[in-house]
């Protein structure tokens, strides 16, 4: 008789978060009473980093938790050498699980000699050995056909919906920021079963998107601005501006991603917004936490995924897909 006794293989979930999102790392091991597996991640004097896992994930099925918000390329790499450490430790599966994914602007070759690095970054994540990836509201669909590896493109678009459907808001009308959003803002009026508008932009010389005119009505009403992310707020403060030339009453901001660039909080400080309601795909300082600034969590809409995903059912069952 061998001295080695047979051993029952299955995969179990394992949770390795990077440095990007901490909290929201906590939140989704708290959401699916799983304990997020240890890991040392030191950045050396000339700024190369270290990763070390404290226990095997060999056999594992293990989800990488990592936004790739500002620091933008410390975060990326995080994710790369982390995925890159469980596929040397042979884990079963690794999943990049990235509620935010930077680049995602650039996709596509707009002007001559430029990159498409959306699809750069595709690669290098495919190349690290990510076996899936997940993230939250591309800013472009077409993002999703630069992996060649399966993965779960998601929306904060419930959560964000629902929030405003419980205000019960009267006399309202959902505006989006510019025509380019105009598909997902149609989704947003029709949830809410109120009328839509758009904001309408050109290029003024210095190649700036200008705001022109409303196409719709805002006057007498309440409006809730969507849009996917606020970097500098510019097109906010353009959209909000032209809402109260044409007669808006109180104006709410609603967007999934707050990247909030300098000087995005001193902009929105000064406008005349009621509410701004945003998620916690990236990490907001306390430094930027605008008193009308509202979080909704991401946690579970994540939490809930990995769970569907590790047990091979429909995503799609979540949102009556």
Same mark, same amino acid.
């Given at each position: 008789?061998?001295?080695?006794?047979?051993?029952?293989?299955?995969?179990?979930?394992?949770?390795?978060? &990077?440095?990007?999102?901490?909290?929201?790392?906590? %939140?989704?091991?708290?959401?699916?009473?799983?304990? $997020? /597996?240890?890991?040392?991640?030191?950045?050396?004097? %000339?700024? @190369?980093?270290?990763?070390? *896992?404290?226990?095997?994930?060999?056999?594992?099925?293990?989800?990488?938790?990592?936004?790739t918000s500002r620091?933008?390329?410390?975060?990326?790499?995080?994710?790369?050498?982390?995925?890159?450490?469980?596929?040397?430790? /042979?884990?079963?599966?690794?999943?990049?699980?990235?509620?935010?994914?930077?680049?995602?602007?650039?996709?596509?070759?707009?002007?001559?000699?430029?990159?498409?690095?959306?699809?750069? =970054?595709?690669?290098?994540?495919?190349?690290?050995?990510?076996?899936?990836?997940?993230?939250?509201? $591309?800013?472009?669909?077409?993002?999703?056909?630069?992996?060649?590896?399966?993965?779960?493109?998601?929306?904060?678009?419930?959560?964000?919906?629902?929030?405003? *459907?419980?205000?019960? $808001?009267? %006399?309202t009308v959902v505006?989006?920021?510019? =025509?380019?959003?105009?598909?997902?803002?149609?989704n947003f009026a029709?949830?809410?079963?109120?009328? *839509?508008?758009?904001?309408?932009?050109?290029?003024?010389?210095?190649?700036?998107?200008?705001?022109?005119?409303?196409? &719709?009505?805002?006057? &007498?009403?309440? +409006?809730?601005?969507?849009?996917?992310?606020?970097?500098?707020?510019?097109? +906010? +403060?353009?959209?909000?501006?032209?809402?109260?030339?044409?007669?808006?009453?109180?104006?709410? $901001?609603?967007?999934?991603?707050?990247? =909030? /660039?300098?000087?995005?909080?001193?902009?929105?400080?000064? =406008?005349?917004?009621?509410?701004?309601?945003?998620?916690?795909?990236?990490?907001?300082? %306390?430094?930027?936490?605008?008193? @009308?600034?509202?979080?909704?969590?991401?946690?579970?809409? *994540?939490?809930?995924?990995?769970?569907?995903?590790?047990?091979?059912?429909?995503?799609?069952?979540?949102?009556?897909?």
């Amino acid at each position: 008789m061998s001295k080695w006794k047979q051993t029952s293989f299955s995969w179990q979930i394992q949770l390795v978060a &990077g440095t990007g999102c901490p909290e929201l790392a906590r %939140n989704i091991s708290k959401y699916l009473k799983i304990p $997020l /597996s240890g890991r040392d991640i030191i950045q050396y004097p %000339n700024e @190369n980093l270290f990763v070390r *896992l404290h226990g095997s994930a060999r056999g594992q099925d293990v989800y990488i938790i990592q936004t790739t918000s500002r620091p933008v390329h410390r975060n990326i790499m995080e994710l790369l050498i982390l995925i890159d450490c469980l596929k040397r430790d /042979s884990a079963g599966r690794v999943t990049a699980v990235i509620p935010y994914l930077a680049y995602s602007r650039s996709d596509k070759k707009d002007q001559p000699r430029v990159a498409i690095s959306a699809r750069v =970054l595709a690669d290098m994540i495919e190349v690290a050995g990510a076996d899936r990836w997940m993230t939250i509201d $591309l800013h472009a669909g077409q993002i999703q056909g630069f992996f060649k590896i399966p993965g779960d493109a998601l929306t904060a678009f419930h959560i964000l919906s629902d929030y405003f *459907l419980e205000k019960q $808001l009267e %006399n309202t009308v959902v505006l989006t920021t510019d =025509l380019g959003f105009a598909k997902r803002g149609r989704n947003f009026a029709e949830k809410l079963n109120v009328p *839509l508008a758009f904001v309408e932009k050109k290029r003024g010389r210095d190649e700036q998107p200008e705001a022109l005119t409303i196409i &719709g009505h805002v006057s &007498g009403k309440n +409006v809730i601005m969507v849009d996917d992310e606020v970097d500098t707020a510019g097109s +906010v +403060v353009q959209g909000v501006e032209t809402a109260k030339k044409d007669g808006a009453k109180d104006i709410y $901001l609603s967007f999934t991603h707050a990247i =909030l /660039s300098d000087p995005a909080v001193e902009r929105l400080s000064k =406008l005349p917004i009621k509410e701004i309601v945003t998620t916690d795909t990236v990490s907001i300082p %306390n430094g930027k936490a605008l008193p @009308n600034l509202t979080i909704l969590p991401v946690a579970p809409l *994540l939490g809930e995924v990995i769970s569907r995903a590790h047990q091979g059912r429909s995503v799609g069952e979540l949102f009556d897909e």
